[in-house]
């Protein structure tokens, strides 16, 4: 295979597995780009691109929810979108700039995996126990703390997830509104990054998008179906001692001189 489409390949399981974990998908894809020394400024848009692989595995495993008119759904996915949107358009450039990086990646690992203990050490009370009985003012507060994904490493679906149980949605309640949120917020970030960075691509770049973007929404699919199963009965701090395993591994490679972090 060639190597632009292994690489390809390779980034779009990692997408794929880790988007609607609460570990992370950029960090990983990051992180493996350093390694795979795919990590110019064409890396940053491919990152972003075949995030709507796994934006489709959502649309098609909840297509009966999306496709029939259920306006109050809808409202809300439009006004969790908002502030992460207005944020991203305001400070996106400076945070790639700053922030996409193997150590400060590493960093934001750690101390989301601190906060998914804090969060989720105990049995909580949950006001809202599905997506249907959620206000747009529960929406509005999960859409703020999607805010704090815009820091590589944090990840997004841990910051819905975890800000909506913090909100008083249940376990299962967050993370399938965390599902739902990543169809209007992978969509619209995918299409400016794209649009934005266009003359970096040419047509021969299509078959590596295609294979990115497929390995993306197979891998997705299946952890989309898992985890609804795992939450029912499991709590994140398996995903939060993962998290600060690996940033610290992250970091210790790098300071060590083991591994030249780009």
Known sequence: MDTVLLQALILGIVEGVTEFLPISSTGHLIVAGSLL?????????FFVAIQSGAMLAVVWEYRARFFRVNTKLWLNLAVAFLPAAVLGLAFGSLIK??????????????????????????????RVENTQTMTWLDALKVGCAQCFALIPGTSRSGATII??????LSRPAATEFSFFLAVP?????????????RALFAAADLGMFAVGIAASFACAFVVIRWLIRYVATHDFRPFAWYRIAFGMVVLATAYSGVLNWN
Not at 37 to 45: H, I, L, Q
Not at 98 to 114: D, E, M, N
Not at 163 to 168: D, I, S, T, Y
Not at 185 to 197: E, S
């Open 185 to 197: 917020t992978l969509c619209a970030a995918g299409a400016w990054d794209l649009w934005k960075n």
């Open 163 to 168: 800000g909506g149980m913090c909100f008083g």
């Open 37 to 45: 020394g795919f990590n110019d400024a064409r890396a940053g848009v």
């Open 97 to 126: 700039q700053l922030l996409f990086k193997p150590i400060p990646v590493a960093l934001a690992f750690i101390v989301g995996g601190l906060i998914i203990l804090w969060v989720d050490r105990g049995a909580r009370i949950s």
